[in-house]
DNA sequence: ACGGAGATGATACGGATGTACCATCAAGGG
DNA sequence: CCCTTGATGGTACATCCGTATCATCTCCGT
């Protein structure tokens, strides 16, 4: 047999380079050759890892999903150690506004994939619905557990209030990066919802 | 003179066509020939009222903002006879979900130019920042006349309470036309957080 | 009525794109 | 040792797209 080649990595590296191009020159603008070049590998090689242009979206889609999903974890966890159940929201809702670079090419990438998925039904299949789901099973379990520790305002249904801080967030997200509001006034709009949501501070540091 | 033509209904025709088209395929996927074709013309009569494709999506945007701003504003206006300020945000951000094919499209489309917007300067300077600046200014002055006719919870703040419930309305938008819920689940979300807004209702018919 | 300008049609062109095909190289097993 | 097989490279091909070019038709002013 011939050199052995890992090939899960050297297709993590090509989506890795989808991705940069895509979030440099946008998602419709980027081509197989592109990507080959970005990789610095050849034209030949991306199709031998992904036959097909589709298979290479769909496998830049799920791994820049995988990669968002492991940095909000981690920021998750990382706040999770503190003071409480809001600094946890907050960490969720932050980490998904468009503030350096790495968020926003992702907010540019997932919406040009949403968009591309109205129409293309194979695309459509993918997390689009599993993920954002999650996200709300997450932050509703979390604003559950916050109400039976009586600290979210009377009447939240923790259900539709994480649908609508998720929803928020996202609409922010776009408006953030299209440049119709700053990082800094889009993370004070979702304070204000929080301070609608939770009680008013009276322990926290 | 030959033939005269009304150059403005011409474009008009033509820009509908392309809004067609982009709403059924993806404005992706849609070309000079396709929206030609649409509106029962040549190709070259599309090149000849656009000289370029650029200035094609650019009108485009601008009749599909056209269009979209009536239909609110119609609406707006009917509610606005109605019984009073909360019925009026209602409508406002009830119309702006994709519901119906034409509010659909509109998402879809709008969605689509956002994202060209990203990389395209040219795109981007067009009416993505002045339309929902202006919309949140509406938005905003309702809420601060409720605010005064005393109809709003205590301590809210008109300004980030209307950006907050227009990227709200906006982020479900974006989940109902990717079917990741429903018309009926997103317009529970926004009523749940009106009534985060204002007060309980007492007087309502 | 006729000339000219505006409106429209047909088609060519250069470039880019996704994919397919053929050749070559490298390593490990018989 | 060499032959198989996986990993590459180079490149051709068919297609599509936006744009440009050339030609024709139509109708109004004079």
Redesign the pocket.
């Known amino acids: ?5 890992d ?1 899960a990595e ?1 297709r993590t590296e090509i989506a890795e380079a989808l991705v940069r191009v895509a979030g440099r020159r946008g998602l419709h603008a980027v ?4 990507v080959a070049a970005e990789a610095g ?5 991306v ?2 890892y992904f ?4 298979k290479l979206l769909l496998y830049g889609l799920e791994h820049l999903a995988g990669k968002f999903g492991e940095r909000l974890a981690t920021r998750v966890r990382a706040a999770g150690d503190g003071p409480g159940p809001r600094a946890t929201v907050e960490a969720l809702l932050m980490t998904a506004l468009p503030t350096d670079e790495e968020s926003r090419t992702f907010h540019h990438l997932y919406t040009s994939y949403a968009v591309l998925a109205v129409t293309d039904r194979t695309l459509a299949a993918q997390p689009f619905i599993r993920n954002p789901d999650a996200a709300e099973g997450v932050l509703a379990a979390v604003l559950r557990q916050a109400q039976a520790a009586d600290l979210l305002r009377p009447g939240v249904d923790a259900h539709l209030a994480a649908a609508g801080l998720l929803a928020m967030s996202a609409g922010l997200g776009t408006s953030v990066l299209v440049g119709q509001r700053s990082p800094e006034s889009a993370a004070a709009v979702l304070e204000d919802q929080l301070n609608r949501v939770f009680r008013a501070a009276d322990a926290g540091g």
Chains 1, 2 share one sequence.
């Not at 047999?1 to 080649?5: A, D, H, L, N, T």
């Open positions: 047999m011939p050199k052995r080649v090939h050297r081509g197989m050759r592109d590998v050849s034209l030949r090689l199709q031998y036959e097909t242009k589709e």
